[in-house]
């Protein structure tokens, strides 16, 4: 399989896919967990909410990629589907949130970013720059999710727009002010390989997940 990732390029993939390849849908998810899962975290999604909205998005891919049009890379056209995935989970949070506070039960709702074990603090200690992922969550989601895409999961500026749906000057000015909020310090010191890194050992149970589910799926529909 390695073998394989190597020799294809993400359309060429695809298109073995459609012809009936389905196991080569795996190389797709190691391909790009890195990059979904620092968009799940940017977003403040826990470690094992942003599993769930990867897995979601995979499988939503997969099952749509005859829809693939390649008028944009692969990669931003997963990164749209995982940002309106990450979009309406907030959405839905938000309003249950509301209906809490409304029957006067807010202690109830806990925020995304919790750690509640000392397993799950130890976790995020060990994969995460601490100290950087602070700083980066505490400027606005709007400049956080650009940062993001461009510096961590190495989107170009076009590639940016099309999945933010923005201008390529927005794009620009937000990158710079995104910069400019994170402390001098920490923006020399911080490094993509640091911040909400997915570990090998979480990769392959998003594989596992991810081609469970479809084959559940495929077995439901046939």
């Known amino acids: 399989m390695n073998n394989l990732a190597e020799q294809y390029t993400d359309v060429q993939i695809i298109q073995k896919i459609l012809e009936g390849d389905t196991a080569l849908f795996e190389i797709l998810i190691r391909r790009y967990n890195p990059f979904l899962?620092?968009?799940?975290?940017?977003?403040?999604?826990?470690?094992?909410?942003?599993?769930?909205?990867?897995?979601?998005?995979?499988?939503?891919?997969?099952?749509?990629?005859s829809k693939f049009e390649n008028r944009s890379t692969f990669k931003t056209w997963l990164t749209?589907?995982?940002?309106?995935?990450?979009?309406?989970?907030?959405?839905?949070?938000?309003?249950q949130k509301e209906v809490i506070l409304d029957t006067n039960q807010s202690e109830q709702f806990?925020?995304?970013?919790?750690?509640?074990?000392?397993?799950?603090?130890?976790?995020?200690?060990k994969e995460l720059g601490i100290v950087l992922e602070n700083a980066l969550t505490q400027i606005p989601e709007d400049y956080r999710?650009?940062?993001?895409?461009?510096?961590?999961?190495?989107?170009s500026v076009l590639d940016t727009t099309e999945a933010l749906g923005i201008s390529e000057s927005n794009?620009?000015?937000r990158l710079n002010r995104a910069k400019k909020m994170l402390r001098t310090e920490i923006e020399k010191m911080y490094s993509t390989e640091?911040?909400?890194?997915?570990?090998?050992?979480?990769?392959?149970?998003?594989?596992?997940?991810?081609?469970?589910?479809?084959?559940?799926?495929?077995?439901?529909?046939?």
Do not use: W
Not at 80 to 95: E, P, V
Not at 196 to 217: G, H, Q, S, T
């Open 110 to 125: 806990a925020p995304l970013f919790h750690h509640s074990s000392n397993t799950e603090k130890n976790m995020v200690n």
């Open 194 to 222: 640091d911040i909400f890194e997915f570990n090998l050992v979480y990769c392959d149970r998003i594989v596992e997940r991810v081609m469970e589910k479809i084959a559940a799926l495929h077995k439901q529909f046939s």
């Open 145 to 155: 999710i650009v940062f993001t895409l461009r510096e961590l999961n190495g989107l």
């Open 37 to 65: 899962y620092r968009i799940g975290r940017t977003y403040q999604f826990n470690h094992a909410a942003s599993e769930d909205l990867m897995q979601e998005t995979y499988v939503q891919a997969y099952f749509n990629l």
């Open 171 to 173: 794009v620009k000015v």
């Open 80 to 95: 749209r589907i995982m940002l309106n995935n990450c979009y309406h989970q907030k959405q839905k949070l938000r309003n």
